[in-house]
T-cell receptor, first 113, second 111 residues
Framework: EAGVAQSPRYKIIEKRQSVAFWCNPISGHATLYWYQQILGQGPKLLIQFQNNGVVDDSQLPKDRFSAERLKGVDSTLKIQPAKLEDSAVYLC???????????FGPGTRLTVL | KQEVTQIPAALSVPEGENLVLNCSFTDSAIYNLQWFRQDPGKGLTSLLLIQSSQREQTSGRLNASLDKSSGRSTLYIAASQPGDSATYLCAVRKGAQKLVFGQGTRLTINP
């Protein structure tokens, strides 16, 4: 069974530029999560989707971050414009149900200069 | 608001030792607790998931326990190996709410 796929693995951008990350969850997993992990900290949930609907986006900085999961499968997370403090690893995870075990992708390491 | 604490932040032990990693949480009304491993530059690998009704889970050399009433979980690693070196994270969930993570314990096993 294929795991959670993410791309790109690394991205370096200048502040005020925009960037997008892509995630493909494990086949059949209805719930998809985007996390932000700053160096030395545990992951923080940005947004949770159940199929193509948003369950929780309370910690998503909506003035600059957006995410979509149009067909209930893969998802994109966008930052526009990026700030220095957005430098982090962005992790995508999926689970079969909203309360089930979560499986993580390899992450995208973003550096904002 | 749920807070999860992992102590110590870093631990270094010689190969072959048994060791215990600690996780504490402030709200005991949890749905489940999950232990993860994270290698440098990699994503998280799920190690064990304990439902709120369970006391422990085992997988190979790993054993995780859960004491909801005291707000604690431990991850026991038997006969540690250099390949066990990684950061270990615990995370708790309340109902359908989000996972709340601790900051992790960075474990180094010295050959």
């Amino acid at each position: 069974e294929a795991g959670v796929a993410q791309s790109p693995r690394y991205k370096i951008i200048e502040k005020r530029q925009s960037v997008a990350f892509w995630c493909n969850p494990i086949s059949g997993h209805a719930t998809l999560y985007w996390y932000q992990q700053i160096l030395g900290q545990g992951p923080k949930l940005l947004i949770q989707f159940q199929n193509n609907g948003v369950v929780d986006d309370s910690q998503l900085p909506k003035d600059r971050f957006s995410a979509e999961r149009l067909k209930g499968v893969d998802s994109t997370l966008k930052i526009q414009p990026a700030k220095l403090e957005d430098s982090a690893v962005y992790l995508c995870a999926s689970s079969f149900t909203g309360t089930g075990e979560q499986f993580f992708g390899p992450g995208t390491r973003l550096t904002v200069l | 608001k749920q807070e999860v604490t992992q102590i110590p932040a870093a631990l270094s032990v010689p190969e072959g030792e048994n060791l215990v990693l600690n996780c504490s949480f402030t709200d005991s009304a949890i749905y489940n607790l999950q232990w993860f491993r994270q290698d440098p530059g990699k994503g998280l690998t799920s190690l064990l998931l304990i439902q709120s009704s369970q006391r422990e889970q085992t997988s190979g050399r790993l054993n995780a326990s859960l004491d909801k009433s005291s707000g604690r979980s431990t991850l026991y690693i038997a006969a540690s190996q250099p390949g066990d070196s990684a950061t270990y994270l615990c995370a708790v969930r309340k109902g359908a709410q989000k996972l709340v993570f601790g900051q992790g314990t960075r474990l180094t096993i010295n050959p």
